[in-house]
Nanobody, 126 residues
Framework: QVQLVESGGGLVQAGDSLRLSCTAS????????MGWFRQAPGKEREFVVA?????????DYADSVKGRFTVSRDNPKNTVYLQMNSLKPEDTAVYYC??????????????????WGQGTQVTVSS
């Protein structure tokens, strides 16, 4: 059974940076496509970024975070990171990492991710 644990959230000011981590167990990250999603109060969960297991494919970023957020992975540590720079108040949300079944490619569709972390709160004050 795949388990994902996020960490790194917090309260920051607009323009600051944060790095979220997501450590996986029960799967081998080197063959697992990972995604980050977020959910703000009163809003639906939205796609943020996906990083494919196949390094020959490119990452996929939502337009709202492109150029500010960077996803990366450390396969030996079974950990995915989300570096968030130039944070804005509208980035405030609970951030979730998610995993697809091994060998599947990137997608923005949340229901195609079969394992989810518990979420970590990111709050950006203006």
């Amino acid at each position: 059974q795949v388990q994902l644990v996020e960490s790194g959230g917090g309260l920051v000011q607009a323009g600051d940076s944060l790095r979220l981590s997501c450590t996986a167990s029960g799967t081998t990250l080197s063959v697992t496509t990972m995604g980050w999603f977020r959910q703000a109060p009163g809003k639906e969960r939205e796609f943020v970024v996906a990083i494919p297991w196949n390094t020959g494919n490119t990452d996929d970023y939502a337009d709202s975070v492109k150029g500010r957020f960077t996803v990366s992975r450390d396969n030996p540590k079974n950990t995915v990171y989300l570096q968030m720079n130039s944070l804005k108040p509208e980035d405030t949300a609970v951030y979730y990492c998610a995993a697809r079944p091994a060998g599947f490619g990137i997608t923005r569709t949340a229901r195609l991710y079969t394992a989810w972390g518990q979420g970590t709160q990111v709050t950006v004050s203006s």
